[in-house]
């Protein structure tokens, strides 16, 4: 099975859930904006107070449909705007 | 100095070049620009030519440490005598209290390593006192925290977190490496931070300092250890110049 928007999307609220719960889940908003695979990058929206929980979650992601895989955060910005220029 | 977030361990065979081309080639990807390596083989000093022709395969900063696991006070004793005026960073690994101790006491040693799970949960206030009168660096790792199985990640992280929480309340200086084994556990230490702050308590800006400013500190206290071979006042003299 090949990596989509919705495994990934499903392994990050994994994470989520595994690590911080209820409690920090209903504050992230979590959006997935953009993903493209070919260039391995993707663009996540989230609530800012809760930027370094996305970011742990992300880091302890470790494989999506039994693939081994890393997400790395790249940049963080606080407008999509100017985060859709710095690619 | 100005250096951004650094990962202060990253295993290497310096046996096998490829091993090290492909470990940086991810770092480089991940982003990191500051790494400290260190020989997986028992090396005593890292060789200056390999140091130079990994210093041109990457655009990494690279520094390199070499980590010693001692069983005994005697085999402490032994192997610390080939260290003086060591020009890498040098830390001491053990199970054994009376080595840490020691090695906590001996203005050669940089670094006392907590990493490994088992050597975690020896750390004491005592070793911790030590440290801060030499001003050595306590260091810990969250490799243990990348296991699948979650009953033994919530083990690690209840042990990482009362142990790193002993380091702080204390104010020893402290670096927290990633030392991971599986290049796919790689992460770049700001990712580490973040880890750092949700999940093991430590806040922020204390946690940003632990990745920046503690390896810049643990690197000039080797730069001033090779300085101090010359007693101040002493100048150099080469073919009758002062240089």
Request: aromatic letters at 8%; glycine letters at 4%.
């Amino acid at each position: 099975m090949n990596l989509t928007q919705n495994s990934l999307l499903k392994s990050i609220w994994h994470s989520i859930w595994r690590y911080f719960g209820l409690k920090e889940a209903n504050k992230i908003g979590l959006w997935l904006i953009e993903l493209n695979l070919d260039e391995d990058y993707g663009i996540i929206r989230c609530s800012h107070q809760t930027k370094e929980t996305i970011i742990s979650a992300l880091s302890l992601v470790r494989e999506i449909n039994g693939i081994k895989v890393i997400l790395s955060p790249l940049k963080t910005s606080g407008t999509i705007r100017s985060i859709k220029s710095a690619k | 100095m100005f250096l951004s977030y650094f990962e202060s361990r990253l295993l290497v065979n310096f046996d096998n070049f490829n091993d090290i081309k492909n470990k940086l080639e991810l770092c480089e990807k991940l982003g990191i620009k500051n790494l400290i390596l260190e020989p997986e083989n028992k090396i005593i000093t890292i060789p200056s030519e390999i140091k130079s022709k990994v210093g041109l395969e990457t655009k990494i900063n690279i520094f390199y440490r070499i980590n010693l696991r001692l069983n005994n006070p005697e085999d402490f004793k032994r192997r610390i005598r080939h260290f003086n005026n060591f020009s890498d960073i040098l830390s001491i690994e053990s199970l054994n209290k009376e080595v840490q101790l020691r090695a906590a006491r001996d203005s050669r040693v940089d670094i006392v390593s907590f990493s490994n799970l088992e050597v975690i949960k020896t750390l004491t206030p005592g070793v911790i006192s030590l440290m801060k009168q030499n001003n050595s660096f306590l260091e810990f790792s969250l490799a243990p925290l990348m296991v699948k199985n979650k009953a033994n990640q919530s083990k690690n992280f209840r042990n990482l977190y009362r142990y790193i929480h002993l380091a702080l309340k204390s104010k020893v200086n402290c670096i927290i490496s990633g030392n991971f084994a599986d290049i796919y556990d790689f992460r770049h230490p700001r990712a580490l931070i973040s880890i750092c702050h949700t999940l093991l308590g430590i806040p922020l800006d204390r946690a940003k300092k632990i990745y920046k400013l503690n390896p810049i500190l643990l690197l000039e206290r080797v730069k001033k250890r090779l300085n101090n071979k010359i007693e101040p006042e002493v100048k150099l003299i080469k073919g009758g110049e002062i240089l």
